[in-house]
């Protein structure tokens, strides 16, 4: 399965566990793909940086280069501006388009809302651990 984690739940997952880090250990194992893009790269770089996380540059470093072996990068080729609100979160959008993914990952009430979009289902991570075990293999 191939699946686009959104920053908030890598982030959640990395830093405070529960079913986000449930969600990273999958992809981990090679239990399912992350797709991510240039674009999410960045914007994860930034989050993770901020003073409140006091992490350590070398601590930075070690999840960076542990998400970059790990995702499977896409370079999305269409611009979408479905969700008005928070135009960043339409990112998240392309790169699902662009690499193929059946579900989004997200903790994002803008993305949560849309619930699905072009045939990509927008869950949260409780929910995709959830039902993991009942998606097409």
């Known amino acids: ?13 990395l830093l405070f566990g529960g079913p986000p880090r449930t969600v990273l250990r999958l992809i981990a194992t090679g239990a399912v793909v992350n797709i991510t893009s240039a674009d999410l790269f960045r914007e994860f770089d930034g989050v993770i940086r901020r003073p409140k996380f006091a ?3 070398g601590e930075i470093t070690v999840m960076i280069n542990q998400l ?6 896409a370079v999305p080729s269409r611009r979408v501006d479905v969700v008005v609100r928070d135009p960043d979160d339409n990112r998240v959008l392309e790169a699902a388009l662009a690499g193929a993914a059946e579900v989004v990952v997200t903790g994002d009430s803008d993305l949560l809302e849309l619930a699905s979009f072009e045939g990509i289902d927008l869950i949260n991570a409780a929910q995709f651990v959830q039902t993991f075990t009942s998606w097409p293999r």
């Open 1 to 13: 399965m191939r699946i686009v984690c959104d920053t908030n739940v890598i982030v959640s997952g």
């Open 55 to 57: 992490l350590s540059a």
């Open 68 to 73: 970059a072996e790990t995702f499977e990068f």
